[in-house]
């Protein structure tokens, strides 16, 4: 751990000589008293676990690639991957936001609370899966089976969607601008209202995208599989 | 209209096509839909039952039954966590959800197991604060829903269940019908109001036993390592799956065996998927063998655990600890004919016949309409549980179980539950002496066992 100045209460953790465990065990025992706002994480060189389970108002910046879990089950703080993620970036998010400046791969923001995650690049494969109210915004495109069984908050896809998009929605909201190559069963395409546009919007504005909303459509869940029914044949 | 004939008649019996499989293609063919139902397999199959202890006689020296000490005490997790579980007892309360039980049932289980000084666990429905409150040990599930998680739950928790299946549906989700998603389990869950709830199968953030690790490091990064984590499987192929638990890091493995019970599934899930507790068991001891990890992962076995003797069979068989579900309901008045309020006995069976069933045979647990108020989400129901009576009564329970656990310990001789082994059993039957490798009653025969 390092001390970058005096005056921007910042320090610098290099995983190169610092082990993961030691970085976490310090964002949650030792950076309340340490009064550092800002936490930098160098050579992160695709490890795990990286910024887990932090519950403090700070920023957090990985410069380079990164693996797993990155930011799993955020609360406050905002970190910012200077790089690719592996899988679920963001999982369980609570609240604060994670950002990926370039690819992320599969299960970004699974099952998260709260928050916002922003994926600039691509997301790969079940992006949003589970998603239980956070927000997350896609720069790029995302992979099939994006936000599979999303029960609650906003998936913005700026690129296009692969196959299977809002498969078993509940009560999340899917925004997508470019092309749907498939939806997943009970998702349907839906009009977009004034309400719709502003959601889009606002989430634009948050995650830096500069998009015109009314490029969007919006997916949403048919409904048809929230009760038990015989007569779909087992064919959705 | 042919006349009455005062021969006898026989009627020959169908065993293809016996009463049984008659209801179900009448069900069938009526609803053209499949049975969901609650608890566990019902269908025959070897258990601990089947099984016998050699107690001491001129060739072993036994303890004393009442005054010498027979040691009960279980610790969980000392592989790689900080803060390994210590309970009073080798016997555990299985995870079963706020959602499928009352808040008030969930209460009496952790209330029981508190002052038994064993643990309890939460379900697929998140953490309460009456559990967590009255729970002085509570393991939290991460199941593949991951309904209600959160980190702040987590970190109160004493010990992480990583569920990757069950016993009753190893390879499904849970399920709960729409009239058991009162507003609050919605609200825990995150879900619409009375919709009928399916769990995710899988985990929405890992697959496969590489990722699992790493799932598990995460879980140990967030709580600085200070807890134990179990890994819990439904019993399939067990050598395979415990092997990748311990390889993924588990301190614990948790196997729940074919009987263990669910609050819902469908009916052909509980009685055709998986294998019988005991074989699970035996599986998993020589997984921990082969890999020579006996003794730094605990084994917890679950899945029709019923009684002290099953309790000292699975341990004598290498279990270092057991997990009950729908025995604990049983004691806090599951299918029993009265329950308790306004400290009087009240008569059930009305309320049985009017879900089509009768004490003693209920599996309804899926409808929400519990007679007993244990299994339901409607408040007058609720109110048939006497929280302080139920949680008495499973304490008595547990009590039971340990004094019967310690009797058979002190007559094999053993100081400690822990010291029973195989060597003090025997098999009543070629299947049980099969699945559990213990010689058939009066022989050394092990069907199956080198080259027999």
Known sequence: METMTDTDKAVRFDLDETSVRDLNQFLHHELAESGARHIEVLNPNGRHNIAVGMDAPVSVDIRGHAGYFIGGMNKQAGITVHGNVGWSVGENIMSGSIRVKGNASECAGASGHGGLVVIEGDASSRCGISMKGCDIVVGGSVGHMSAFMAQLGTLVVCGDADPGLGDSLYEAVIYVRGTIRGLGADAQAEPMGEEDYARVAALLDKAGFDHDPKAFRRVASARTLYHWNADHHQEY | MSKPTDKPVYIEPNYT?????????????????????????????????DLTFLTASASRYPLEGYREKCETKTVLGTRFAKKPIEL????????????????????????????????????????????????????????????????????????????????????????????????????????????????????????????????????????????????????????????????????????????????????????????????????????????????????????????????????????????????????????????????????????YAAIGTAPGYCHHCHTGLCPVGIATQTPELEKRLDVDWGARRVKNYLQTLTMELTTLARACGKSNVHNLEREDLAALTIEAAAMAKIPLAGTEWIPGHDGC
């Open chain 2, 88 to 351: 009073g007892i080798p016997i555990t309360i299985a995870g079963m959800s706020f959602g499928a039980l009352t808040a008030q049932a969930k209460d009496a289980l952790g209330r029981a197991a508190g002052e038994m000084g064993t643990s309890t666990t939460t379900g697929d429905g998140g953490m309460t604060p009456e559990e967590r409150r009255s729970s002085k040990t509570l393991v939290y599930q991460c199941l593949p829903s991951r309904y209600g998680f959160n980190p702040d739950d987590l970190r109160q928790a004493d010990a992480i269940e990583l569920v990757v299946g069950q016993g009753a549906k190893p390879g499904g989700g849970g399920m709960l019908l729409g009239q058991k998603i009162s507003p609050r389990v919605a609200g825990m869950r995150t879900l619409p109001e009375g919709i009928d709830q399916r769990s995710a199968c899988r985990h929405p953030d890992w697959t496969g036993s590489d990722d699992l690790a790493i799932k598990l490091s995460e879980l140990r990064e967030l709580t600085d390592w200070q807890l134990p984590v179990y890994v819990k499987i439904g019993a399939t192929r067990v050598k395979n799956d415990v092997k990748l638990a311990v390889a993924a890091g588990a301190d614990v493995v948790v196997v729940d065996g074919m009987q263990g019970g669910t609050a819902a599934t469908q009916q052909v899930f509980i009685e055709h998927a998986g294998i019988p507790t005991l074989a699970a068991l035996r599986q998993a001891v020589e997984a921990l063998e082969e890999i020579d990890m006996v003794g730094e992962v605990q084994l917890v076995i679950s899945g029709g655990i019923r009684s002290g003797a099953d309790v000292a069979k699975a341990l004598a068989m290498g279990a270092d600890a057991v997990s009950i579900g729908q025995a604990a309901m049983m004691a806090l008045g599951c299918n029993a004919r009265h329950y308790h309020m306004d400290g009087q006995l009240v008569d059930a069976t009305a309320d």
């Open chain 2, 17 to 49: 096509y016996g009463d049984a499989t008659l209801h179900y293609i009448q069900q069938a063919a009526e609803h053209g839909l499949y049975e969901i139902r609650g608890l566990g397999a019902k269908r025959r199959v070897p258990t601990f039952d």
